[in-house]
């Protein structure tokens, strides 16, 4: 992928033209920043299984500013209510 930049700036502008949001992030505290801006404080959230979130622990950061936040994946669940 010699041209990833050029592949993510054309992602995310087709994202932009079908009516979307694309934001980049480098770090995973960036994709945390962004999600909690995105969400707010006092929401209760259901997530669907997504690596991503898991590796940049959005699930717990998401907590930690004031959110109810549960997961639909059956092995994630059992992990969060243990």
């Known amino acids: 992928m010699n041209d990833l930049e050029n592949y993510v700036q054309m992602t995310m502008e087709a994202v932009k033209r079908s009516g979307g949001n694309a934001y980049f992030a480098r770090e995973p505290q960036e994709v945390r920043e962004i999600a909690a801006k995105i969400v707010g404080k006092g929401k209760r959230i259901i997530m669907a299984k997504s690596m991503v979130a898991y590796e940049v622990g959005l699930r717990k950061f998401l907590q930690e500013v004031g959110n109810e ?9 059992i992990i969060q209510a243990s």
């Open 69 to 77: 936040v549960w997961e639909t994946d059956l092995g994630e669940l």
